[in-house]
């Protein structure tokens, strides 16, 4: 291989990885993980913001608690109106399911 056709696959093989770094980057966002009944979860919110029960998806029929930190108060507190309030990214959350189920645009301290 010549100096010329050398850079060339760098510049190829660089320029996948960036695009493959940013796919996996935006995959993050809606990953996910499946959670087990009877388990209290610690973590982030990470999807956009919406009301609680969408963003629950498919898990709001088993969710037997959500609570968002709230620092004026220092701890974690019931979210008052899950069908009417809104959770906006970068809430800090714990969540607890009555039975197993996927659930999707949070970060979870597993």
Known sequence: M???????????VT???ILAFCATRKASAE??????GGVRYYGTYIGPTQRVKTALGECW???????????EEEDYIPVPNAEQDF????????????APCRLCGFSLNL
């Open 87 to 98: 959770l906006v990214k970068g809430s800090k959350i714990a969540v607890q399911a009555q």
């Open 15 to 17: 320029t996948a990885g």
């Open 2 to 12: 010549k100096g010329p056709q050398i850079a060339l696959v760098i510049g190829a």
């Open 31 to 36: 990953e996910c993980l499946m959670i087990d």
């Open 61 to 71: 029929s088993v969710i037997w608690t959500l609570d968002v930190y709230n620092e």
